[in-house]
Nanobody, 126 residues
Framework: QVQLVESGGGLVHAGDSLRLSCKAS????????MGWFRQAPGKEREFVAG????????YYTDSVKGRFTISRDNAANTCYLQMNSLKPDDTAAYYC???????????????????WGQGTLVTVSS
């Protein structure tokens, strides 16, 4: 089981950047895929980005392609989400999650995630 703690959220202006971090504890981090999700008030949770265990495959939802970058440092047990050119529509609570199955080669919205962090709030003002 992986325990996850997000950080890096905050209040920014449109066009600004933020980098979210997800620190993991547990010995299985390097073998699991990681994902970033977000949930805005009144909306369903959305899968934003994912990365496989060895950083050879990534996934981005269309609305963040070209602006967000997911990465991971297995030696540091940390996953990151670099968010550039932020828009008010990016305002949400952001959560990181770890896949249930280890050694997932391809990350898609169908990948099952089973360990979740507590979330970090990102607010983008216009």
């Amino acid at each position: 089981q992986v325990q996850l703690v997000e950080s890096g959220g905050g209040l920014v202006h449109a066009g600004d950047s933020l980098r979210l971090s997800c620190k993991a504890s547990g010995r299985t981090f390097s073998s699991v895929a990681m994902g970033w999700f977000r949930q805005a008030p009144g909306k369903e949770r959305e899968f934003v980005a994912g990365i496989n265990w060895k950083s050879t495959d990534t996934y981005y939802t269309d609305s963040v392609k070209g602006r967000f970058t997911i990465s991971r440092d297995n030696a540091a047990n940390t996953c990151y989400l670099q968010m550039n050119s932020l828009k008010p529509d990016d305002t949400a609570a952001y959560y990181c999650a770890a896949s249930v199955r280890p050694y997932t080669a391809i990350v898609t919205p169908s990948t099952t995630f089973g360990s979740w962090g507590q979330g970090t709030l990102v607010t983008v003002s216009s």
